[in-house]
C-alpha cells in the first residue's frame, strides 16, 4: 500500500493551514466514487508532543471536503473514534524511522532529485513532503539516513495536494 507523509507545522489545537491538510488528505485518497488503498500520515510538528493524524481508507463518516476532513481531524484529536483515523503521539522522525524498519521504500519530493518518470517505484513506497514552507533541512537529513530516494515532480514547486495526486496518478497508469 503506498503511503504519504505531509510534515506541518502545525500543532492541532487550532489548524492554521487546514485547507492543505484538508487538500492532501484528499488527493491521498479519494477516487471517483470511493477511497483508494492508501494512507497518508500528517505530522503535527508543531504540537507538544509531536503528534501524527494518520487517515485510512477504512475512515467513516467522512466526505472528501475540507469542513468533513479537518472536523473529523479535530474530533480524533479530541479522543472521538473513527476505525479509518488515528491520532498518535509520535515525531517526524519516529515515524519515518517506524517506515524504514517495516522495510517500505522512502521517497522525499525534491525539486533536484531523480525525475519521477525515470524512479522505480514500488506499491509498497512511502512518499515524504513538505507543508507551504517545505521540509526543514534537519528532517530532510533524517530521512536521508534512512536511504529515502529524492523523486522530483520538475524543476517547479508546486502545491503539496497536487504532487501528491501526480504520485497517485503516475503509480496508477504504471499498474495498469
Known amino acids: 500500500m503506498r503511503e504519504f507523509v505531509l510534515f506541518t507545522r502545525e500543532n492541532g489545537k487550532r489548524f492554521v493551514r487546514a485547507d492543505l491538510i484538508a487538500r492532501c488528505v484528499n488527493a491521498a485518497l479519494w477516487i ?4 483508494r ?56 522522525q519516529q515515524l519515518v524511522k517506524e517506515k524504514a524498519e517495516e522495510g517500505k521504500a522512502l521517497f522525499l519530493l525534491h525539486e533536484k532529485g531523480e525525475d519521477i518518470a525515470e524512479a522505480e517505484l514500488p506499491e509498497e513506497s512511502v512518499f515524504i513532503l513538505g507543508d507551504h514552507i517545505g521540509l ?3 528532517e530532510e537529513r533524517f530521512a536521508l539516513r534512512y536511504k529515502a530516494g529524492k523523486i522530483s515532480l520538475g524543476s517547479k514547486p508546486y502545491l503539496a495536494s497536487h504532487c501528491i495526486s501526480f504520485i497517485n ?6 499498474q495498469a
Not at 471517483?32 to 477511497?35: A, D, I, K
Not at 481508507?57 to 472528501?64: D, K, L
Not at 479537518?70 to 476505525?83: E, M, Q, S, T
Not at 496518478?169 to 504504471?174: F, K, P, Q
Request: proline share 7%; charged share 30%; aromatic share 4%.
Open 136 to 138: 526543514p533541512k534537519a
Open 37 to 92: 488503498k492508501a494512507k497518508i500520515h500528517v505530522v503535527l510538528a508543531g504540537a507538544e508532543p509531536p503528534k501524527v493524524l494518520s487517515f485510512g481508507n477504512e475512515m467513516r463518516m467522512v466526505s472528501p471536503d475540507e469542513r468533513s476532513i479537518i472536523g473529523w481531524a479535530d474530533k480524533v484529536l479530541h479522543g472521538r473514534d473513527n476505525p479509518g483515523i488515528r491520532a498518535e503521539e509520535k515525531s517526524f
Open 169 to 174: 496518478i503516475t503509480m496508477d497508469r504504471a
Open 32 to 35: 471517483s466514487h470511493g477511497l
